[in-house]
């Protein structure tokens, strides 16, 4: 990708260096999960845009923050390392391309989200979380939070490497902004509150798939603005099918269990964010059709 020259986007807050960055996490009961348990929650939670906790089950995503968030008000200074600076970059480029496009779709503005670069253990207004989760995105205070480190392992355990992998990440997670922007996310969450877990799973499922077609918009818009090199969306759509659900069970040594899913397959995944790259269109994203 070519984004050393794109717009740095200030609505990063850089807590690297922070005591709250390595505070305590909350309590995981991993000790009531197997080997094969604890890694599905973590590989799961890498680039799926939801705090790792909500995974586990211990607490809901209702934009209701906890007794124990935190929330420090005000710009940091940024550190001007690569991660960071290409994550400021790719969170510019966001901005511009849902600065025009959220409200083409919605009728309304688009309020950019917060990037929270945090290190080792965060507290969120969703709840606390390890880096080890991977990033996720909390509806309570809309920030993105992530461990700039994830970049190594989503290349090196994962098989993802790239910087389009990468933006790939942050799209996603930005999608899951402008769904909550938009009301879907809530009324999503409110809808599986009466339905079993079966269905419930379907629904999240549903949500995840538009996050990656979301993603893929800003892709089609991106590749607009010459900043793609050759093989960046092979990149990206690698990554997608990294992370489906059949592949993360099977790579447990699990059986695959559709009835399970709460992302969708490898083959969804791809589909989803190939069709956002290829129509740039908001309107092509329902999955809640398909």
Known sequence: MRWQDLRRSDNVEDHRNDDASSGHSARLPIGQLGIGGV????????LLGQNPLQVLGLIPDHGVSTPNAQ???????????????FSRAILASTEEVWGKAYPAAFGTEYTPAKLYLFRGQVKSACGSASSAMGPFYCSADQKV????????????????????????????EIGHHVQNLAGISGKVHQKQQQLSKKQ??????????QADCLAGVWGHYAAQQKILEPGDIEAGLAAANAIGDDTLQRSAGQAITPDAFTHGSSAQRMHWFKQGLESGAVSSCNTFKS
């Open 39 to 46: 890694m599905i929650v973590g590989v799961i939670s890498l």
């Open 145 to 172: 939070y992530i461990d700039l480190s994830f970049y190594d392992e989503l290349a090196k355990r994962f098989g993802a490497p790239g910087d389009f992998a990468n933006a790939y990440v942050l799209a996603h």
């Open 200 to 209: 419930g799973n379907a629904l999240s499922v549903k949500l995840e798939l």
């Open 71 to 85: 929330q420090t008000p005000g710009k940091r200074e940024h550190a001007k390392d690569p991660a960071s600076e």
